[in-house]
């Protein structure tokens, strides 16, 4: 029982060390939404409880933009779901190495399920076979990630309540910066650009549409181009091509 | 109050998400063209936020001069970006861009 305990807290301590270089990349994002926060018509306290429970870096600088922008509550709800949905992925590639561990665990560790942590767990999931390895890699990777999120979301927000001039400089050009930084490295193909220029066309062309749901709608059409440019492209190729023969 | 319910709000859809798969396990599987649709989501997403921001940063029409500073950063964001591939210094270097334009050149 000792021996097992020890490597529990052996691999939660691998996977937090591991996670390491995500922590320090992700730092400047929460400094970036804790500011933002504070110059929103959200209170201190709103902002950190976001970074409690919903614990998810792009959905929270959009909602901010949004709760600024006067959505309605239920389109903000609409585009977390749209910008959180790449989650799927992720819990579809790691579900087999979670499959044989009690729901307790797999409800956790769905909770820290974040880009940051499927990197890290999944390059270490890769070296073995499912069902082989323990939970606790994962839950370290998560928690440490987690914690590292409240720190940096709560520093943001006394830097942007002992800076409030930082709203006029045009702060939030740091979230569009972010956001090439994301987008620009998925823009491996045609269609990814395709996607991208109509979404983003669209949703300039769309802006005054009542609770933002032009957003929505110009994304549903970006998805529908590049769906359509996949098909015209004919046989698939590459990770999806074995699938789609079967 | 009310922001309250709307981050609950988040938090719930978000964990939905996120717990579905590993909760419902095999139950759940993905066509493949469900799985090509998603494939597509995040570029979209993140595109048509930043686009109006970018273009028309006062929300009154496009400003489509070299005297929109969100315009000029964001091209050398995407220029940095793609020639490196490396995020912390394409934000680092955008952003100084950013602020030089407005304190510097515009002024």
């Known amino acids: 029982m000792n021996a097992k305990n020890n490597s529990a807290i052996k691999e939660l301590a691998a996977g937090a060390r591991d996670t390491l270089p995500m922590m320090i990349g992700a730092a400047p994002f929460g400094v970036i939404f804790g500011t933002l926060v504070t110059a929103s018509p959200l209170t201190l306290w709103h902002g950190q409880l976001m970074s409690l429970v919903v614990f998810a870096g792009s959905a929270q600088f959009i909602a901010v933009g949004m709760i600024a922008g006067h959505a309605s509550f239920v389109v903000i709800w609409a585009t977390t779901f749209v910008v959180n949905l790449r989650h799927v992925l992720y819990s579809a590639t790691l579900a087999p190495y979670v499959a044989h561990l009690p729901a307790r665990w797999r409800w956790a560790l769905a909770g820290l399920l974040t880009d940051e942590v499927f990197a890290v767990a999944y390059t270490h999931y890769q070296k073995r076979a499912p069902g082989e390895t323990g939970p606790h890699y994962f839950l370290g990777s998560g928690l440490a990630m987690y914690l590292n999120w409240q720190a940096w979301t709560l520093i943001g927000l006394f830097f942007g309540a002992a800076f409030p001039g930082l709203k006029s400089l045009g702060l939030d050009f740091a979230m569009v910066a972010t956001f090439i930084a994301i987008i620009v490295p998925q823009l491996v193909a045609v269609r990814f650009i395709a996607a991208a220029l109509a979404s983003g066309v669209l949703s300039f062309a769309w802006q005054g549409w009542p609770y933002k749901l032009g957003l929505l709608a110009a994304v549903l059409v970006g998805v529908g181009v590049g769906m359509a440019l996949t098909l015209i492209e004919g046989r698939p190729r590459g990770r999806n091509a074995k699938e789609r023969t079967q | ?107």
């Open chain 2, 1 to 107: 109050m009310n922001y309250v319910i709307l981050i609950f709000g988040m938090a719930l859809v978000t964990y939905g998400i996120r717990a579905a798969v590993f909760v419902l396990g095999e139950r759940l599987t993905f066509a493949p063209i469900v799985r090509t649709a998603l494939g597509f989501v995040p570029v979209t997403v993140l595109t048509a936020i930043i686009v109006p921001m970018t273009v028309a940063p006062h929300g009154n029409g496009a400003e489509l001069t070299w005297r929109n500073p969100q315009l000029v950063a964001a091209a050398v964001a995407i220029v940095v970006c793609a020639a490196t591939r490396r995020a912390l210094l394409t934000i680092a270097v955008s952003l100084a861009v950013f602020f030089v334009w407005q304190l510097v050149v515009l002024r």
